[in-house]
């Protein structure tokens, strides 16, 4: 593995303590960047940048991911002067806005399309239904070609159980070269939110032919569990890997702490340099909700040089967890309790932290979608199962909050 990509599990019983890191019980931070500092009035250099995967290009080592309130022309310009040559969107983020807006940006500027990586999504019910969305985002983006695309939350829930073999199919394979064939697509491949994701980046793996997967991650995998090694599975095929969600659990951190301010990094800086010390991945894609964030994301971006000490990634594991995780990255516990009695926990998690952090009112139409038997957490001794939770999730506080805000 690349040096400082991972932390074992002995290593994390060294918390924090060994680096004095203090968290006070009252010290809850914005979301990264909230403190409104402004970007440079004049655009800066591109961020620096990775290889996606074996056949991807280089991209930049941070998305801007398209579900900010703020979604304009003028905020793709905003996020081009900080450096990102990123973007990341959807058919069905903001109603289609994500893309509507970063169409009208590759209008006003049709000489940057080259410059930039575009990565967009859509849910296709079957493998035939591809080439007909890419040509519907192609339209929405106002480009002649997509750079990535991505079936979008691949699961078992919305593609059924067929949907495990899809990586690995004849017909998605003939699909994909059909399509980049025709010069509309570069790359394809799929994100995925699924409880099960590790079978489908085994899948992916034993295909060989998916080109990038966009996943829900943590940057504290431990040696050899079950994400570890499906991660490790696509990296030595060749599947470009990036990763989302990275900051949810940071959203409530202490903005600074001493021990990150001696290194210069703020603890969102130090969050996305955790991240970024597992060298099998290529790219954050990260949700930005004002200039601050775009600055201070692309700020930490530009000083990331080498892994951060196993230290320091250990302290930024324990501030997240001693500040009121949102979301678990799927722990066995986790796993076997959702899998036994059919709550989703990790969909009820996602909507929370998106109503709570983000304000997206979707939130609750996506959680009153959820069966009853997926919302039913009654059955299960939630304050047991978070002793049993590698990362301490309060699954019993996290239901009620669900059920206030959407029941």
Same mark, same amino acid.
């Given at each position: ?14 918390? $924090? $303590?060994?680096?004095? &890191?203090?968290?006070? $019980? ?59 040559? +990123?973007?990341?969107? $959807? ?9 509507? #807006? ?6 006003? +500027? ?5 410059? &930039? ?40 829930? #919305?593609?059924?159980?067929?949907? +495990? ?8 394979? %003939? ?74 659990? /940071? /959203?409530?951190?202490?903005?600074? &702490? ?20 597992? #060298? ?41 967890? /001693? ?11 986790? %796993?076997?309790?959702?899998?036994? +009695? ?13 109503? #709570?952090?983000?304000?997206?009112? /979707? ?29 301490? &999730? ?14």
């Amino acid at each position: 593995m690349k040096q400082g990509s991972k932390i074992s599990r002995r290593a994390m019983l060294g918390t $924090a $303590a060994s680096l004095s &890191v203090a968290v006070p $019980a009252a010290a809850v931070a914005e979301p990264s960047g909230s403190s409104g500092k402004k970007p440079a009035a004049s655009a800066l250099a591109p961020l620096q940048t990775r290889k996606l995967g074996r056949n991807g290009p280089s991209i930049s080592i941070l998305s801007m991911g398209g579900q900010a309130e703020l979604l304009s022309p003028d905020y793709y310009d905003k996020a081009w002067d900080v450096g990102i040559r +990123y973007f990341d969107v $959807a058919d069905c983020y903001r109603g289609g806005q994500s893309e509507r #807006e970063l169409g009208k940006w590759n209008l006003k +500027y049709p000489e940057r399309r080259k410059e &930039v990586f575009i990565c967009t999504k859509d849910h296709p019910k079957t493998l035939s239904d591809i080439p007909r969305m890419i040509d519907a985002r192609l339209e929405a983006l106002r480009t002649d070609h997509i750079d990535l695309f991505l079936i979008h939350g691949l699961g078992a829930k #919305e593609y059924g159980e067929e949907s +495990y073999d899809w990586p690995k199919s004849a017909e998605f394979k %003939r699909i994909s070269e059909r399509m980049k064939k025709t010069g509309k697509v570069n790359l394809l491949g799929f994100s995925c939110h699924d409880l099960q994701s590790d079978r489908y980046l085994h899948a992916a793996a034993e295909g060989g032919f998916v080109d990038a997967v966009l996943m829900h991650s943590f940057p504290f995998h431990e040696d050899g569990d079950g994400p570890d090694r499906a991660i490790d599975a696509c990296h030595k095929t060749g599947i470009g890997l990036m990763g989302m969600k990275v900051m949810r659990n /940071a /959203a409530r951190i202490p903005k600074r &702490v001493p021990e990150f301010d001696k290194i210069g990094l703020t603890t969102h800086q130090a969050a996305l340099h955790a991240f970024w010390s597992d #060298e099998r991945f290529s790219s954050a894609c990260v949700w930005m909700a004002n200039e601050g964030q775009l600055a201070e994301n692309a700020e930490g971006a530009r000083k990331y040089e080498t892994p951060l000490l196993a230290g320091h990634r250990r302290a930024i594991r324990d501030l997240m967890l /001693a500040n009121g995780p949102a979301l678990c990255p799927g722990c066995p516990s986790c %796993r076997e309790v959702a899998e036994r +009695y059919g709550t989703d926990l990790k969909s009820i998690s996602r909507y929370v932290a998106y109503y #709570e952090q983000d304000g997206t009112l /979707a939130a609750r139409t996506h959680y009153r979608a959820l069966s009853m038997l997926e919302r039913d957490a009654s059955r299960i001794d939630l304050h047991a199962l978070r002793q049993r939770c590698d990362f301490h &999730v309060d699954y019993a506080d996290i239901v009620q909050r669900a059920e206030r805000y959407f029941a």
